[in-house]
């Protein structure tokens, strides 16, 4: 099993950034893709953005295109998320998620492997 640990949450205005991190102590993350999802208080949780293993494509929601970033860095084992143009509504605690794919394999919306979250906050 390969724990993931995520970091970077906080609180900024709105307009603001955040960076967040997933990261693992286990080698065997590079051979896993890995997703963004967040869950909102009474909502249900809904996808971000997800990078394929091989780092080459990434898949994103709408409503968080053009401002979110998802990056990995191989030699640090760690998967990262940037937040640009924040809005109240990007309110959440933010979850990372892996699964293990073939090297070619796309992005995918799929995990069987989670994180324990951190809490987005976006003051207006």
């Known amino acids: 099993q390969v724990q993931l640990v995520e970091s970077g949450g906080g609180l900024v205005q709105a307009g603001g950034s955040l960076r967040l991190s997933c990261s693992s102590s286990?080698?065997?993350?590079?051979?896993?893709?890995v997703g963004w999802f967040r869950q909102a208080p009474g909502k249900e949780r809904e996808f971000v953005s997800s990078i394929s293993r091989s780092g080459s494509d990434t898949d994103y929601a709408d409503s968080v295109k053009g401002r979110f970033t998802i990056t990995r860095d191989k030699g640090k084992n760690t998967v990262y998320l940037q937040l640009n143009s924040l809005k109240p509504e990007d309110t959440a605690v933010y979850y990372c998620a892996s699964r293990r794919t073939i090297l070619t394999a796309p992005p995918t919306r799929q995990y069987d492997n989670w994180g324990q979250g951190t809490q987005v906050t976006v003051s207006s």
């Open positions: 286990r080698s065997a993350f590079r051979e896993h893709a």
